[in-house]
């Protein structure tokens, strides 16, 4: 027998990151998350799963208007309709303080309680269910240890929606230990929350299945399901199913071997290629980072809007999908001051940290106007950025401005 455990859906959130163009495909950006919903019910009904267990933060916040709730109360139809049922709890995001908006569901859909812990037990599938909703938002103490007995007989599934001991990235909400879930003696815990899929640990199996839908740049990665296979109390297949419609990389560009910004378009080409098999027919949100020694450091920040055009360019070579989310430029000169004293770079670099500290993004876009207008046109060449105005933080733009120097500096010293 199967069920499907899914989490963090985040129905109806946007998609960060690709605005910047007219052409992107709006709608489908839009609905990405709705649509990767409507992969895990045909998940649901192809591998005849008998139960679907979503372990909070369905949706992302209040409802902007209904639809958001008819569009899930219209799937779940589809799902019982099949006989499949449904159990989920609410999280952070969808607490019961959080929505104040609502439709019926269908009457089979179990919806665990938010003022304790409790069980329901499907005895047409053998599963008992364990799990408790969030009231609110930010729950703190350790839901887990009021959670109930195991039923035996039964294969006990957990619902819960946890940071556990804690999770880079994410809030501590219902910290637990893993050790409490172990010994609470169910065969699953169905754990949501955390956005990165995870096998916390087997026997018992305690798994985050990751977001349904990667929603910007740093939700990376297949994204989707987890489909679990049991007989009686025992597990016997625990399988990530992808499910995403829109996928999310990142390109790390090797610049070792890199002689020229040619060079460099195309070894990003080989990176956007392998993404893009990866991503298969889905739609493809790219970043590309430069980083680490580099003897093209300078100049790689000097061109910075035409490697930005020449990557759009090229990708539509590539893949029709495939849209550049950003270009990171974190690299670093190959030689650390080597024609420049010590003294004259640290002074750079205060200078530059101070700036940044005491105008901030704003004061510094600002100062960077006024400096424009006083500085020769070539200076404005060499460093476009320095022409006011930009998308770029106040820290990249110090980076860029101490790269610049640096490499003026010491060329000047060197002639
Ligand atoms: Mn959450």
Known sequence: MKLVHAADLHLDSALHGLTRYESAPADEIRGATRRAFGNLVGLCLEERAGLLVISGDLFDGD??????????????????QAGV??????????????????????????????????????????????????????????LAATYPERVSGALNVGLLHTALEGRTGHDRYAPTRVETLVNRGYEYWALGH??????VHREPYLVFPGNLQGRHARE???????????????????????????????????????????????AAKLELERAAEGAQERLLAFRVKLSGPTRLDAQLRASRDQLRE?????????????????????????????????????EIDRALAELVAES???GLTELLGDLSRK?????????????????????????????????????????
């Open 220 to 266: 990376l990665g297949e994204k989707g399901a987890t489909l679990v296979t049991y007989e009686g109390d025992r597990i016997s297949a625990v399988e990530h199913r992808c499910l995403d419609v829109v996928r999310w990389a990142e390109l790390s560009v090797p610049l070792a071997t890199a002689h020229n910004l040619d060079d460099v378009l195309s």
């Open 310 to 346: 020449e990557l759009c360019s090229l990708s539509y070579g590539v893949s029709a999908g495939a849209w550049l989310e950003k270009l990171v430029i974190a690299t670093e000169p190959l030689e650390q001051g080597a024609a420049l004293g010590d003294d004259a770079l640290a």
């Open 63 to 80: 409802w902007r208007d209904v639809s958001t709730g008819l569009f899930f109360a219209k799937e779940l139809n589809k799902l019982c």
């Open 375 to 415: 500085l020769p046109a070539e200076v404005l060449e060499l460093v476009p950025e320095l022409r006011g105005p930009s998308g770029a933080g106040a820290e990249e733009l110090a980076v860029d401005v101490r790269s610049l120097l640096r490499e003026r500096l010491a060329a000047g010293h060197g002639a």
């Open 360 to 362: 901030g993004a704003e």
């Open 85 to 142: 049922r449904v159990a989920w709890i609410r999280g952070n995001h969808d607490a019961v303080s959080q929505i104040r908006k609502s439709v019926r569901l269908p009457e089979p859909v179990i919806e665990l309680s938010h003022e304790q812990a409790e069980t329901r037990v499907l005895d047409e599938l053998g599963v008992a269910v364990h799990g408790r909703s969030f009231a609110r938002r930010d729950v703190t103490e350790d």
């Open 194 to 199: 955390v956005h990165q899929r995870e096998v």
